[in-house]
């Protein structure tokens, strides 16, 4: 089962010297959503889980899925093969996916919906992501990096008043104008719920942990909106996290986050930035001279692949390298990307430019 993993050299995973501020050519490679629809061996064992969260709480299968990408790629890094919404669902909200549709959860929208819902995490679903975080690093090779993750605040906010995924996000932006109370507990409850979940990931065997922040981009119309609802938020993680596991190693992805990039590598206290494909190479490059950034090729040209792929990749080594940078894409892969275009890309960031 393990044979093609690559061989342990007893080093240290790249992604750590990253984190700490070392520069390496190549830089480390993984990709978010690695492990999903675009692998014929994931639609196989997601079929044989029946739903995609019994999947998620079956440590052997998602054990299995975490490691698919790494045995096919070789990648630096694994992620824990979970979703930002157990969290949630571990507070005892109501959650479904609809085939087809995406999440759908019992909205929040009052302080009684609040009130039903639990104080900490039900050890029974986190419990069954915990025991898939052992599983994987007992298997994973010592070079390859164990990620685990949550959603930010913000973000795991809007599935939760919502109910669903929405395109502008405007009921958790009413809600916190409507009701900035109410929408503050929200946060504090998922604050302080998140950093436990971190800390228990980290104590299980993950080597360093993303906060996911799909949608900080809703909020960089308002700098206090930014600060309040994406910042401040992760930043009381990233502390949490510190005073229990001091040296843990944090990436942030606050998605969209554009002219405030530089505002959350001064500030949010992690360890390396998560850029999307919307900032240009320049301004990804002022961000680095803050912090070890990851990023950020666009999902899209992967998709489409050829001489565009190769000539992307190539910019985004050029940019970065020298200086601390994890190759990854802006988002998560697309489901319809050829397999044959992640090989390419791994040749690619991993023979150097040229
Ligand atoms: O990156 C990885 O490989 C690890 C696993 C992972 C998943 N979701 C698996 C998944 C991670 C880190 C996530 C994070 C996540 N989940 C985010 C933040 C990152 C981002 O993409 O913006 C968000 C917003 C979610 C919520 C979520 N989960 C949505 C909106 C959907 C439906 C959209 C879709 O792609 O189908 C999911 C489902 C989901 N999460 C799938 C996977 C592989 C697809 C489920 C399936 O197999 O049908």
Redesign the pocket.
């Known amino acids: 089962m393990t044979s093609v993993l690559r061989t342990s050299q007893s080093q240290s995973p790249l992604i750590l010297r990253t984190l700490s501020g070392e520069a390496t050519t190549p830089p480390p490679l993984w990709m ?6 675009y692998l014929p061996e994931y639609r196989a064992l ?1 079929a044989e889980a029946g739903s ?1 969260l019994d999947l998620c709480y079956t440590p052997r299968l998602a054990t299995e899925v975490t490691l698919q990408p790494i045995r096919r790629f070789g990648f630096d890094a694994a ?7 157990v969290v949630p669902h571990a507070l005892g909200q109501e959650l479904w ?1 609809a085939e087809g549709e ?2 759908r959860l019992a909205p929040v929208t009052t302080a009684a919906d609040l009130a039903q819902l639990r104080e900490d995490l039900d050890p029974d679903r986190i419990g069954a992501v915990l025991e898939t975080v052992a599983q994987v690093r007992a298997i994973l090779p010592r070079e390859t990096a164990l990620l685990g ?1 949550c ?1 930010a605040p913000w ?1 795991v906010a809007t ?1 939760m008043v919502a109910g669903r ?1 929405t395109p502008d996000q405007a009921p958790a932006l009413d809600l916190a104008a409507r009701d900035p109370q109410l929408f503050k507990a929200i946060i504090d409850r998922l604050v302080g719920q998140s950093t436990r979940y971190l800390v228990s990931q980290l104590q299980a065997g993950a080597d360093a942990v993303q906060i ?1 922040d ?1 949608w900080a981009g809703a909020l960089i119309g308002d700098e206090a909106l930014y600060r309040r609802w994406c910042l401040e938020p992760i930043s009381r993680i990233v502390s949490g996290v510190r005073a229990e596991v001091p040296d843990a190693k944090i990436i942030g992805f606050p ?1 969209g986050s554009s002219r405030f990039y530089p505002l959350f590598a001064e500030e949010s206290g992690v360890d390396a930035v998560g850029l999307d494909q919307g900032l240009g190479l320049d301004d990804a490059r002022a961000v680095q001279a803050i912090r070890p950034v990851q990023g950020n090729l666009d999902p899209e040209v992967l998709l489409s692949g050829g001489d565009g792929l190769d000539r992307a990749i190539d910019a985004i080594l050029e940019a970065l390298g020298g200086r601390p940078h994890i190759f990854n894409l802006g ?2 892969i697309l ?1 319809q990307t050829p397999i044959q275009h992640v090989e390419r890309l791994v040749k690619r960031v991993r023979g150097g430019l040229g």
Do not use: E, N, V, W
Request: aromatic content about 20%.
């Open positions: 978010m959503r690695q492990a999903g629809r997601r995609f992620i824990l093969f979970s979703d930002i919404l996916f995406g999440p993750f959603g973000t599935y995924g996911f799909s998605k988002h998560g489901p």
